[in-house]
């Protein structure tokens, strides 16, 4: 190579150096509120999961049972290791309780899309009942669709994705008493809300209640917990992929798991956050801000939200558009960060709406 070229060749190499560390840093600025990504990335907690996974051998089958991880869970929410059930996230035992009892599937509009879509992917129908004005369930419309149309499932997500909200207790209490089908109570959102019903599980068979590590920080384990009756999680285990929970997801979670100052620290924060959030969105005019008992916020905007979430995009901040005619007609999802990023978006906000 001539010196010319050699010249050439390290100056082309260096460009596309500088190009590469720009792009990354063009990224990084990106704040990627519509998801939660939490500080579990302690030093301590990451080098504990780094020790354990160094002695894990993966050329062996996972525990098809995952006996620890189920105890850590167990003594984590006091819950009986015989009454549950591991999925891959949540997502798996939503798919797992559709295979067993079918359809049709009736879940609330607006809710979580998963129980909608995989319904829809085994082919079963689902039945769609509207929410009320107050995004709360309407128990009489409920029961009255699930008795006529016959449905083996109800999804009711407690608090619920995307509004935000508990339903009430009476309704839910009802629906339990009055429909034959299984009632599944998604409680994804509980350590938010610290509001449950596993204490209902003696009196209703037909209850089950779903959770997950996800909310909590642990989203990339995939870690789903179901929680039903002796009878109904032996049922369910029967069609359970035998290795659903990987090895190092396994001794990740029991590890994390064990630094529950660190998850509740997260958690009080997060919460402390979002009276901080919903307090500026109420004093910012155009923005109606529903109350929550989650990691998220629900906006409502007098003005068109999807020109909102385009300029907020453009300033580098993501968030979720659900702008569609019908009940979150100009409606925004503000999963809640940490306070820099808050702070940030809300005043991001105010400059868009020229407040
Ligand atoms: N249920 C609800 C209500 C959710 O909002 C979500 C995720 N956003 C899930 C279940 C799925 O959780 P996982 O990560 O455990 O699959």
Redesign the pocket.
């Known amino acids: 190579m001539s010196k010319w070229n050699r010249f050439f060749y390290q100056a082309h190499k260096a460009a596309v150096l500088w190009l590469f560390i720009v792009l990354y840093l063009f990224l990084f600025r990106f704040i990627f509120i519509a998801v939660f990504h939490d500080s579990i990335q302690t030093s301590t907690v990451v080098r504990d999961i780094a020790r354990i996974a160094k002695d894990t051998l993966i050329n062996l089958y996972p525990d098809p049972s995952a006996k620890e991880l189920k105890k850590a869970i167990a003594s984590l929410w006091r819950m009986k290791p015989e009454q549950m059930m591991l999925g891959n ?3 798996e035992l ?1 798919q797992t309780v559709i295979l067993a009892f079918g359809g049709p599937v009736l879940v609330p509009a607006p809710t ?1 899309a ?1 129980y909608d879509i995989t319904s829809r992917a085994l082919a079963q129908k689902v039945v769609s009942v509207p929410l009320d004005a107050d995004f709360d369930l309407d128990a009489e419309l409920i029961i009255k669709r699930a008795t006529a149309s016959r449905a083996k499932v109800l999804f009711l ?1 407690c608090p619920n ?1 995307p509004t935000g909200n508990r339903f009430s207790d009476r309704a839910i209490r009802r629906i339990l008493a009055e429909t034959d089908a299984a009632v599944v109570i ?1 409680e ?2 509980y350590s938010f809300s610290g509001r449950s019903y596993l204490p209902l599980l003696k009196q209703y068979p037909n209850l089950i209640i ?1 959770r ?1 590590l ?1 909310k909590i920080g642990l ?1 990339g384990l ?1 870690i ?1 917990v179901l929680i039903a009756s002796p009878g109904i999680v032996g049922e369910l285990n029967k069609i359970r992929l035998p290795y659903n929970i990987n090895s190092l997801s396994q001794i990740a979670a029991v590890s994390v798991l064990k630094h529950r100052s660190v998850l509740n620290r997260q958690i009080s924060l997060l919460i402390s956050e979002r009276k901080k959030l919903y307090n500026a969105f109420s004093k910012l005019p155009g923005v109606t801000a529903y109350p929550s008992e989650t990691n998220f916020i629900l906006i409502r905007t007098d003005a068109d939200a999807s020109v909102i979430h385009r300029k907020l995009k453009r300033a580098g901040i993501l968030i979720k558009n659900l702008n569609k005619p019908g009940p979150l007609e100009n409606c925004l999802r503000v999963t809640i960060g940490t306070p820099e990023e808050n702070k940030e978006f809300i005043g991001t906000l105010r400059t868009i709406l020229g407040h």
């Open positions: 996230g949540s997502d939503i979580f998963m997500a994705n998604d994804a959102y779903l997950t996800s989203a995939r789903g």
